[in-house]
């Protein structure tokens, strides 16, 4: 793509490393903050610096939170027994926007892949395993991608978990396999939700 200004080239690339977003978008999105007001553009990139400064990790489930503490994890009216395990705060935003859940979250920050290079102690694995144990969880939803690795991650979740009593389910197969939960439409997942499996029935029907 030739572009007049380098300036502009600059822009442009810099747009286009966000993820989704091509040269001609990003062309696009350049353009019409060069027909705002400097105050409006200011503004926009004051916004985004803040958010990158100031945003906070939940130390309980690792949601995204203006201080120590998500939203989620300090609401009383939530379903403190009940643990939804994802993989990312991708798809915990997924299933919020389904409003058919009222239990906590775990974000475990990805999925074992050896693949790529991502064992079980890269991940927030034995926090979780550390709270099913210390705050008396009753049941854990594994809400993971339908994939060989998210499946592998249920697997090593649930042997370090054998020795408690918490039950353990799975959101049922409303996805096809190797299909992304953030992409699904509200509807599925509230279904997949509402109508999860125990594990021990999820695993007899792979």
Do not use: W
Request: net charge neutral; glycine share 8%.
């Amino acid at each position: 793509m030739q572009l007049p200004s380098i300036l502009l080239e600059n822009a442009v690339n810099a747009f286009a490393a966000l993820p989704g977003i091509g040269k001609k978008t990003a062309l696009r999105l350049v353009l019409h903050l060069l027909k705002q007001n400097p105050e409006e553009v200011y503004q926009f990139s004051e916004v985004i610096a803040t958010l990158r400064r100031e945003i906070k990790t939940c130390k309980r489930c690792g949601n995204i939170a203006d201080s120590d503490s998500c939203t989620i994890c300090s609401n009383p009216s939530r379903k403190k027994g009940m643990l939804c395990v994802v993989e990312s705060i991708r798809e915990l935003i997924a299933f919020e926007n389904t409003q058919q859940y009222n239990g906590l979250y775990h974000v475990l920050g990805g999925i074992i892949s050896p693949l790529d290079g991502v064992g079980p102690d890269q991940l927030n694995i034995n926090s979780l395993v550390e709270r099913v144990k210390k705050e008396g969880i009753e049941e854990l939803i594994f809400a993971l991608n339908p994939t060989i690795q998210g499946d592998t991650t249920v697997y090593y979740i649930q042997k370090k978990l054998k020795d408690t009593p918490v039950k353990i389910s799975t959101i049922a197969r409303g996805v096809a396999f190797g299909g992304e939960l953030e992409y699904t439409d509200e509807m599925t997942l509230a279904r997949s939700l509402q109508n999860r499996l125990p594990l021990d029935r999820y695993i007899s029907g792979l």
